[in-house]
């Protein structure tokens, strides 16, 4: 974990939604494992649940349908019925928003 002064890259931040996506994708499988085998996915969940709480409402059911359910930016845009270059817009200001606030602690 960080320091609360230092932001991470966007890269970084992707690679943990990453994670993530995979920890959402089979949670009740992880969670059992982890009960055995602690992970430090679970920090990190609880920590970008943290930030996102206090996102913008568009914000954060972005990153619900993208990195929760799993949807890609494609499937996203089908579902809501938007383009897909909005989908991709909004994810930016995601990753925006999430690397501005990931450093703050608990909002």
């Given at each position: 974990m960080?320091?609360?002064?230092?932001?991470?890259?966007?890269?970084?931040?992707?690679?943990?939604?990453?994670?993530?996506?995979?920890?959402y994708a089979d949670k009740g499988r992880f969670s059992s494992a982890f009960k055995v085998l602690p992970h430090k996915v679970t920090e990190e969940a609880e920590r970008y649940a943290a930030v996102i709480r206090s996102?913008?409402?568009?914000l954060y059911y972005?990153?619900?349908?993208?990195?929760?359910?799993?949807?890609?930016?494609?499937?996203?845009?089908?579902?809501?019925?938007?383009?897909p270059e909005?989908?991709?817009?909004?994810?930016?200001?995601?990753l925006l928003y999430l690397q501005k606030n990931l450093g703050k602690g608990v909002n």
């Open positions: 960080r320091s609360g002064e230092e932001i991470m890259t966007l890269d970084e931040i992707r690679q943990q939604l990453k994670t993530l996506r995979l920890y996102a913008p409402l568009d972005i990153y619900y349908e993208l990195y929760i359910k799993g949807l890609t930016q494609e499937a996203t845009a089908e579902e809501l019925g938007f383009c909005y989908i991709r817009q909004k994810n930016k200001k995601l």
